[in-house]
T-cell receptor, first 114, second 114 residues
């Protein structure tokens, strides 16, 4: 069974630009969560999607948005990029999003904002 | 507001000895706890979990202890091996909440010396 895939793996953008990251969950998984990882801050929860609906949202500004398609693939968009958005963005999938189910993480997208 | 804290950013241990990684949380609603292991350039992988109805869970060389009154959990690795060198994240969730919202600590980088 293929794991969680994320594209692209690396991305360099400049301030003010926007970026779209993609995540393909494990086949059969309907829940996709997004996290931002920065040094010293651990993984900060961005949002979770289930059946094309955003069910949970973390404390990030509205510049961060996402969506989920009918095949459970998810995209995350960041508009008006700031230097502080440089981070590793991880997505994780699970069967149905219930708190007791294990999350499987992708390798992440390393975003650098110059 | 960091609801899950790992106060030791790094830990160095000799091969064959015990590694003890600590994690504290503030939210008494948390009832499910997990440890993830992360190698560079890879996403976190699930290691072991514990429900709040238990105070210990063991899986091979890995044991997680939960002290609810102190809001503290720890991961013991015995014996430690060089392949255990990685960043370890603890995470907490409130299963009663129903959805996949996990709060992660900032991670502890474990170095097991041969």
């Amino acid at each position: 069974k293929a794991g969680v895939t994320q594209t692209p793996r690396y991305l360099i953008k400049t301030r003010g630009q926007q970026v779209t990251l993609s995540c393909s969950p494990i086949s059969g998984h309907r829940s996709v969560s997004w996290y931002q990882q920065t040094p010293g801050q651990g993984l900060q929860f961005l949002f979770e999607y289930f059946s094309e609906t955003q069910r949970n949202k973390g404390n990030f500004p509205g510049r961060f948005s996402g969506r989920q398609f009918s095949n459970s693939r998810s995209e995350m968009n960041v508009s008006t990029l700031e230097l502080g958005d440089s981070a590793l963005y991880l997505c994780a999938s699970s069967l149905d999003g219930r708190g007791g189910n294990e999350q499987f993480f992708g390798p992440g997208t390393r975003l650098t904002v110059l | 507001d960091q609801q899950v804290k790992q106060n030791s950013p790094s830990l160095s241990v000799q091969e064959g000895r015990i590694s003890i990684l600590n994690c504290d949380y503030t939210n008494s609603m948390f009832d499910y706890f997990l440890w993830y292991k992360k190698y560079p350039a890879e996403g976190p992988t699930f290691l072991i979990s514990i429900s709040s109805i238990k105070d210990k869970n063991e899986d091979g060389r890995f044991t997680v202890f939960l002290n609810k009154s102190a809001k503290h959990l720890s991961l013991h690795i015995v014996p430690s091996q060089p392949g255990d060198s990685a960043v370890y994240f603890c995470a907490a969730s409130a299963i009663g909440f129903g959805f996949n919202k996990f709060y992660f600590g900032s991670g502890t980088k474990l170095n097991v010396k041969p």
